[in-house]
């Protein structure tokens, strides 16, 4: 995700807008910027008073897997079945959203043991 423009960029642009002088088209070309950018900040600047980005919005997906330490016990308790399964037994879960925990604590299927920590024998 791209970086929020800075505040000295929004209020020269918006300083720009006020004066009347230049179209949107003319003060998005002149400081590069789209002139969606420049609605968005006119409304959200007649909407809440204030130009600052956007702050405390959530960023990436919320897990479904959020208790590490139960699920490595969980493994520990079930090490030879199939990720499908396993997702079953856990509950509410898709096979890949097992597989991506697994990956994200570094676990590996070998063929002497399913589930082993990657490193270790």
Not at 93 to 103: A, C, F, N, Q, Y
């Amino acid at each position: 995700m791209a970086a929020a423009y800075s505040l000295d960029l929004r209020s020269r642009v918006l300083a720009e807008y006020d004066k009347g002088v230049f179209k949107k088209s003319e003060i998005a070309e002149l400081f590069k910027i789209d002139q969606k950018t420049i609605y968005n900040w006119v409304k959200r600047r007649s909407l809440t008073g204030e130009i600052k980005p956007k702050s405390g919005y959530q960023q990436g997906h919320s897990h479904k897997i959020t208790e590490q330490e139960k699920f490595k016990e969980f493994i520990a308790n079930n090490p030879n079945i199939n990720l499908k399964e396993l997702a079953k037994r856990w509950g509410n879960v898709s096979h890949v959203t097992i597989g991506r925990m697994l990956h994200k604590l570094n676990y590996t299927f070998k063929k002497n043991s399913l589930f082993t920590k990657s490193g270790t024998k």
